[in-house]
Each structure stands twice: as structure tokens, then as C-alpha cells.
């Protein structure tokens, strides 16, 4: 009987061990999309400092692959990789980053991606109308938390930092909304997508 309650004991511990390993692995990843999405290339907008990135992309992605502890767990790896000074954020950016006019959009992935992994709910693929239903679940939670959450914070801290009125600094950046309205669709059905797959 001993050996037994042993080989159950060990056999739990390698599958708790595996499960926390591949959590571990998952935030990793994306946490290097991350870097990858600022390292890809930026696109400046005219009358705002802050550029455009696939970066908010790989944030909705994270939120809707990932549970919302490996999602928050990813966004916390890159912006500590950002902040000791690796050069992780547009530009080859680093620490300065995170007190720049750009620091509210980076600090707002993390509360953004929690509240869009929280939003998304399960993934129902079993029929056509239920992976579009999925889709349109996935759209709502990624506007709600990477694009509604991000960009308040964002602006707010822009604003803050800048002297420039909120108002102004919204405004200013519609460009930005605009496209991530459009890489909330798509990673929207991308993931639902995916999780058809799987």
C-alpha cells in the first residue's frame, strides 16, 4: 500500500510541477511577443510623442489565450524586464519609458489585460454561431480592457506629465484608438480561431 500512496504522491507532485512549468512558459512567451511587437518597428502619429506598436496586439492576444494570472504575469515580465534596464519597449527604450509620456500605455497593459482576460468568459466553439459568439465576446472584453482601460490611464498619465489637457491629448491620439479598435477584431478572431483548433 505504501509504495503505492508514494507513486500517487510523486506522480502529483511531476503533474503540479508540469502545470505551474507550463504557466511559467506561457507568460514567458508572450511577455517575449511583447518585446518582439516594440522591436518590430514603430510608427510615429503626428502630434502625439507616443508611437504606434503591434504591442497592444500581443496584449489583447495574452488576455484572450491566457488565463488572467498568466496574462498578468506576462505584462509584469516585460515591464520589469523594461524597468532593469533591457531595452524591451519602442525604440530600443528602457527605464526612461516608464517615466515618459508613453509610461500610462505601458503601466495600463497590466490592469487592461486583467480586465479583458476577466471579460472574455469560456470558449464555446462547438457550432459556427457559438465561435462567433466567442468572437464577439473576445471583441467586447479587448475593447473593455485593451483599449478602454490603456487609454484612459494612458491619457491621464500623458496629460499629467505633459501639461497638456486630457481632452487634447485623447483627441490627439484617435489614430491610435482607430487601430486598435481594428487589432481588437482581429485578435478577437484570431483567438477564437485558435481556440476552435485546440
Known amino acids: 500500500m505504501q509504495p503505492t500512496s508514494a507513486t500517487a504522491a510523486s506522480t502529483s507532485s511531476t503533474r503540479r510541477m508540469l502545470r505551474v512549468t507550463g504557466h511559467i512558459a506561457k507568460s514567458l512567451l508572450f511577455a517575449g511577443l511583447m518585446w518582439a511587437a516594440a522591436a518590430a518597428g514603430e510608427l510615429p502619429i503626428p502630434g502625439t510623442p507616443v508611437p504606434i506598436t503591434l504591442q497592444t496586439f500581443v496584449v489583447m492576444m495574452a488576455a484572450l489565450m491566457l488565463d488572467w494570472r498568466e496574462a498578468a504575469s506576462a505584462v509584469v515580465a516585460y515591464l520589469a524586464a523594461g524597468a532593469v534596464g533591457l531595452p524591451v519597449f519602442a525604440g530600443g527604450a528602457s527605464t526612461a519609458a516608464l517615466f515618459g509620456p508613453s509610461a500610462g500605455f505601458l503601466i495600463g497593459f ?53 501639461h497638456v489637457p486630457f481632452g487634447v491629448v485623447a483627441a490627439a491620439s484617435m489614430g491610435f484608438v482607430i487601430g486598435d479598435v481594428i487589432k481588437a477584431a482581429v485578435a478577437s478572431l484570431a483567438a477564437a480561431g485558435l481556440a476552435r483548433l485546440r
Open 110 to 162: 497590466l490592469p487592461g489585460v486583467i480586465v479583458a482576460a476577466l471579460l472574455k468568459g469560456r470558449a464555446h466553439t462547438d457550432s459556427f454561431n457559438a465561435s462567433l459568439r466567442t468572437a464577439s465576446r473576445y471583441f467586447a472584453a479587448s475593447l473593455l480592457g485593451g483599449v478602454v482601460v490603456v487609454y484612459l490611464i494612458g491619457f491621464a498619465v500623458q496629460s499629467s506629465l505633459t
